[in-house]
């Protein structure tokens, strides 16, 4: 009989894997995240806002899994294919990544105007989220294809990871906004994690590309 060290032992990878790589590809400096935070400083309608963005992350992370995991299991090498170019692709956000962490940035969410009623906090959500097409190559076609590489039984652990950092770092920024936006106002700040991020993303492309050359 399977003991629990041995089931926590095999799912653990793919969840940590899906954690990791879509808490590298959420974090960084953009409207998106600017949004939320100004929901969370100005203390306005908070939870709607981190549920939505959190919730259209999940449904897109399960969808892009699940698809590209049916369409990639009719063509192996296609398959084989996307997993060498996620590869490089991770490799290169994480070179980006060290790169910004070499350079002084900061979140601004000064400027971010009057109050706005529910449906229209909804609304700029949406629109931040759904009509950026970076969310698409991220979420849909990267996570997708990389969560797509695990086997059959570990792919719901690996979008659960992904999804857990979705809601994590959006309820971190909506919710802990008064005690988060002095750290992310000093540029160190952006440095240290971008430096942290080039890093995961450099792991996760090795491993990536270890899979991929292991399975031919």
């Given at each position: 009989m399977t003991t629990l060290f041995e089931q926590v032992s095999t799912i653990?990878?793919?969840?940590?894997?899906?954690?990791?790589?879509s808490f590298g590809l959420i974090v960084a400096i953009g409207a998106q995240n600017a949004?939320?935070?100004?929901?969370?400083?100005?203390?306005?309608?908070?939870?709607?806002?981190?549920?939505?963005?959190?919730?259209?992350?999940?449904?897109?992370?399960?969808?892009?899994?699940?698809?590209?995991?049916?369409?990639?299991?009719?063509?192996?090498?296609?398959?084989?294919?996307?997993?060498?170019?996620?590869?490089?692709?991770?490799?290169?956000?994480?070179?980006?990544?060290?790169?910004?962490?070499?350079?002084?940035?900061?979140l601004q969410t000064e400027g971010a105007g009057a109050s706005l009623s529910l449906s229209h906090a909804l609304a700029q959500a949406a629109a931040f989220t759904l009509l950026n097409p970076h969310v698409y190559l991220d979420t849909v076609l990267l996570v997708g294809s990389i969560g797509a590489q695990q086997p059959s039984a570990l792919r719901p652990w690996f979008i659960a990871g992904a999804c857990l950092a979705s809601f994590a770092w959006f309820g971190m920024l909506g919710f802990g906004a008064r005690w988060l936006a002095p750290m992310f106002a000093r540029p160190k700040a952006w440095q240290i994690l971008d430096g942290l991020i080039g890093l995961t993303m450099w792991i996760l492309a090795a491993l990536l590309l270890r899979h991929a050359l292991g399975s031919v």
């Open positions: 653990a990878p793919a969840f940590v894997s899906g954690l990791a790589l949004f939320v935070l100004r929901q969370g400083l100005r203390r306005e309608h908070v939870g709607s806002v981190v549920l939505f963005c959190a919730l259209a992350d999940a449904v897109l992370i399960a969808a892009g899994v699940l698809g590209m995991a049916q369409a990639l299991g009719e063509h192996p090498q296609v398959a084989l294919a996307l997993a060498l170019v996620g590869a490089v692709f991770l490799a290169t956000y994480g070179w980006q990544a060290l790169m910004r962490a070499r350079q002084s940035n900061q």
